[in-house]
Structures are given as C-alpha cells and as structure tokens.
C-alpha cells in the first residue's frame, strides 16, 4: 500500500469527524482494555511469564542468523522450501513464481500483517491471480477496498451497519430482503460465501505468529479457523513470515503464547492454535502438496544492534494500540500504513523512513501506557522520542519549531533573564486573563483555544512573590 | 533534635508562571513536614519541551544548569510527577555517553522526588492538617504514575483531610490528552482525549477534580470550562496544604 503516513494530521482530522468510527473506536474500551485486565488478573506468574518471553526473544534477536538457519534446514528436512527475500518485491515475485508454477487462478489467504507489507493481494491481481481474504475482518476490508485499521482486529473501525450495507452491495446473488440485522447473520453469510473459495483455491496464503527452528514448523493463531482451510485445501501452502518471527523450539513458542491471546483480545488462548510443518506426508489424509516459507528481511536486519532493536521483540499482540489514547481518538487508518498505534509509531519509520512517517513518534502524549502493557516490555515511548531525535538531527522537523526551540533554550538558560520575563508575562496575562480567569481565544494559540479555554496566570511569577517573601522576612 | 533535611524546590516553570499558589502549597507542606526550604534562584525549567522534541543539543544545556543549581541540597522536591521524572528518570539516560555528567546525574536524581511521594515515602507523613467539605476526583497523571510510583501516596494523604470524600472516576489512570509539546503540535486530537478525561470526571459525580500536575490541569480545567461544567480543578498541593483561598484553576476572582 502506499503510505499515507506524510498526511497524518488530515487523516486525523478527517477520523475526529467521523461520526461511525467514533461509535466504533468506543468498543476498544470496554472490550479489549477490560477483558485483558480481568484475564491477566487471573495469572499470578504474569511477570515472570513476560520476563521469560522477553530473554527468549532477546537470546534468538543475538541468534538470528543461527536460529533461521537451523529453522530453514528442518524445512527442507521436512521437504519444504524457504525463500529469503530482502524486500517486498522480492517477496511478491516469489509469491507469484510459485502460483504461476501452480497454473493458480485463485489463491484463499489468511490475516497476514507481511502480505499488508507486501501489498502481495494487488501485485496477484495485477498479474492475473484472485487472492480472497478468508479473516472475516479481512474479506469485509477487501470487498469495501480498504487497509485494515488494527493489527488484529482489522475492521475495527466500522460499525455493523456498515457491514450489512457492504454484504448487500456485493452479495447480489442473494435475496435483497433479507435480515442482515446481527454480526451472526453476517458472520454466516460470509462463511457461505467464503466456502465456495476454500474449495477451489489453487494456493492458500497465511501468515505466522512463530516459526519454530527445531522443526521448521509455523504456527498461525486465529478465532475462525479460516487459516486451517485456508492452508490445508490447496494445492500449496505459502507462509508469509518476517524473519524476527523465528523462536528456537515449541517449548519457547508455548512460553510466550501464554502472553499472546491474554495480551491481544483478553482470551486464554485463541480458538485455533495450528502448527503447520512441511507438506502433506503418504499416509495424511489431507494437507497442501508444497510448503513454502517466504522469510521477508525488509529493513529489520537493520534495526538489530540499533536503539531500535528492542522492536523486533513484538508478537503483535495490539495491547499497545487498544490502549493507546491517541489510537482511541484517531483509528488505525490515520497512521497511513500497514502499523498503526505506538508500535507503529515505532516500526512505520523503521520501514519506510521518518521522512515520511515523521509524524508517527511525534503524535504520542508518552503517557507510557503502552510500555506498560506491552508482554515483552518494548520501550515504546523511549524509541519514538529516538525517532524524533533522528528526525531533530537530520532537520526535517519544521523550521519554526526549531526557531522556537533555539530562543526558549536561550531563555530559560539565562535566569536573570527569564526572571523578570515571566514575572512580566504572568501580569500581562494574568491582567488580561482578568476576572473571569480564562481565555476563550489567545494569539499564537489557537490551536488549544479551539476546543478548550486556556486558564490565565494568577497575576505574578512565583519567584517574584518568594523573592519579595524572602525581603520581608529578612 | 536531628538537623532539619535541607529541601530544594523545583518551582517548574509552569507553577512559576500560572499558578504560584502551588509552589507556596509545596512549601508550607514541606515545612510542616520538618524540612528547610530554599529556592534556588539560577532554575527555569527542567528541559522537557527541547527533549520531547528530539533537541537533546538544548536539552542537555538545561539540564546542566539544574545539576549546577541543585547540588549540595538534600532533597530536591517538585510539584509535579513529570518534572520530577524527567530529572530522576531521563537526566541519567541523557548523559549516558559523557561519565562524568551521567554521575552527576545520577546522584541528582537519587535525591529528587515527587511532592507528595516525598511527604509520605521519605518524611513519613501520614496525615495533612487541612478541612475540605466536598467530594473530590483525582487523575493520575501519567509521569508521576508510572515513571514515579505516585499512586496510593496522594488518596493516602486526601483520606485524612477533614470533610472530604474521593469519588474515584473511571479510566483514572488514562491520559488527559496534554502531553506537553503534544498538545501544541496535534491540539485536535489532545482535545478530544480532555473530552474523553472531562466524561470520566463527570461519571464521578465529584465537584472537583485534582491532580499532581500543573499541565495536565490546564488541559483539564480549559475543557470543563470550555464546556461549561461546574467541576472545579485544583493541584492536590493546594488541598493538603488548606490553601484554598485562591480561585480555582482557570477561575476569575470576579
């Protein structure tokens, strides 16, 4: 997808005025934020389950090129295939190379964050290949033609009725009349829909929440089960997977599952845990005939050994964005790429460059409520601010800021100075400001006076008044 | 008698300009609690603004000057969570490639302390001297919360005040939206989250809504007043330490 992340404040503008997906961002609060709080309440070993998690994933971030190794030769053991692939294009090729060997028409897929990276559905299409989505949340996104908003709940941000008139719209075999009221009859008409696809895709695409190098196996997690049929069907199961997925054995991967669902939507665990390792074996009764690993670097090699290393630690649970604040005001889509939310924040500039996503790490409070809930701990905050810190460095944030900076930095580094000047500014405004104690409008602020007032000083600095009570007392 | 402990104040810039009531709140609670207190003249503020914005060039440069004008104290107090971590959390990761500096700071921010975390978890208060007839909220602002620890310290101290009664809100430990540079840059969307903050301390039904953070109450009080609700909003300081008597927080005399 092409970023959009450059135009971030009109997309932000644009979601603070949308009537349905301010209904809809309400439900991240009550859902996801509560549940979560109720089911880790339930774990007494949650933090020693987090500190476990994170030295897994830290000693195979130190491992990487050991681990991936050791993962691509148990897939080959296993008679499947790993494709590295430093970029996106490189990824989208092989995809196609191996559907075109295939003779693919159609192609079913999984929620897979590395093909939203990819933009692996258009590049099919565009080469004569059908990809359908088979996540409910997805297929709704495909058939409207938009990004998903969240990592893991991709439609987050529409409304039911939304859904229903989407379902009307392209369902026209169906009979117009009837009831699309409840998420259950929506949820079955796409499953009867969906079911057609399952049965004549050539090639079934997921993505993976591990790759397990002890048995070159990949393990998705779903609540449908559309990624069983999905990879199981076909004639091929293509993995799509980023290199940082990788953890040495099972046992490692059950650790950190713990942390995922309860982190993610406030489950125990998701519905469907599936372990996939190579292709169908002589005495299975079913399964894919190949099975394909296509690795995507696309610049996370780069991050390791930078401040930003810490990032590769994330599984994508999306505690981070469902109690972001500013996430819960804006939605996903503000963001302008495939990570919203402060995870995104963090890896949106990391992929595609903080000339372009400059506004990610900049539109934080730091309020540390991510970092606080995060399973692996990943210093959010601390990264975006190293974010806005290149960005400070290279001069691409706006002049007048840095102009403002440079003369505050001169005042406040000169007391005697500063002193008698906001001695000044506290009775200019305090003055001004004058019964009523606040301003509706202020020059140079009107930003803030927008939509609240701003108080008025009290009428003198604080350091004058003290002054003049250290005099009186002497 | 032990001699007093000699406590510097870190008035912050925005109590030193909008609200120096709450600087004199500090004191009083300070010196009620036993200690000595100065105000070093060469302080303005503690850097946040340049470090927020990616300038550690100029961050730095404040920086030095509060390590210059705090040394010597025993403590060094601040009314407000998110300068108090910004010297005790930040200055040492600041400096973390010139040693003698990181040194410095780390001993800097070993005896900095929020105000209320400091009246109860270092000088053992218990208990304020002060009457309040009213139901108060109060927010936790994010800095003092989760940088600093400052949770049960404030409802500690508010429990012993005469005739008040804390109505907890919802989502207390949720950001107001302020954010510091944050709301000059995207106000839009720092408005929006006051709205969600103004709800949650409507749910509560109190009359009055504090807090340990001067920025945040900004925010806060522009948008219930904004909005035309009747809440009051205070620093916390200025209930613990009974001064009362001047308006609340964007509130005229007249």
Known sequence: MRPQSHAFKANARAALGDANLQQAMNNLKTGFVARRAAVVALLPEWENLRDAAIAIKKHTLTHLDFYLEAFERQVVAQGGHVHWCRDAAEANATVLKICRALGAKTVTKGKSMIGEEMAVNDYLAANGVTPVETDLGEYILQIRNEP??????????LVKEQVAESFRQTHTELDPARPLDDARQMCDEARGIL??????????ITGANFLIAETGSSIIVTNEGNGD???SLPRAHIVLAS????VPTLEDASTILRLLARSATGQEFSAYTTISTGPRRAADIDGPGEYHVVLLDNGRSALLGSEFEDMLRCIRCAACLNHCPVYAAIGGHSYGWVYPGPMGAVLTPSLIGISEAGNLPNASTFCGRCEEVCPMKIPLPRMMRHWREREYERHLSPARA?????????LVTHPALYRPLAEIAARALGFFGGSRGRFRTLPFAGGWTDGRDMPAPQGRSFHALWAERQ???A | MAEPKRVALFVTCLVDLFRPSIGFAAVKLLEQAGCAVSVPTAQTCCGQPAYNSGDKRHTKTVARQVIAAFSGFDYVVVPSGSCAGMIKIHYPALFADEPELAERARELAARTYELVAFLVDVMGMTRVAATHAGSVTYHDSCSGLRELGVKSQPRQLLASVTGLTLNEMPDCEVCCGFGGTFAVKYPEISEQIAGEKTAAISASGAAMVLAGDLGCLLNIAGKLKRQGKPVQARHVAEILADMTDQPAIGEGSG
Do not use: C, M, N, Y
Request: no cysteine.
């Open chain 1, 229 to 231: 049929l999905t990879q």
């Open chain 1, 195 to 204: 079911r057609k696809s399952f049965l004549a895709a050539d090639v079934g």
């Open chain 1, 148 to 157: 998903p908003s969240h990592i893991i709940a991709p439609a987050i941000h």
């Open chain 1, 471 to 473: 005099r009186g007392r």
């Open chain 1, 402 to 410: 840095r102009w403002g900076l440079a003369v505050w930095a001169f």
């Open chain 1, 243 to 246: 290199l940082e997925k990788v």
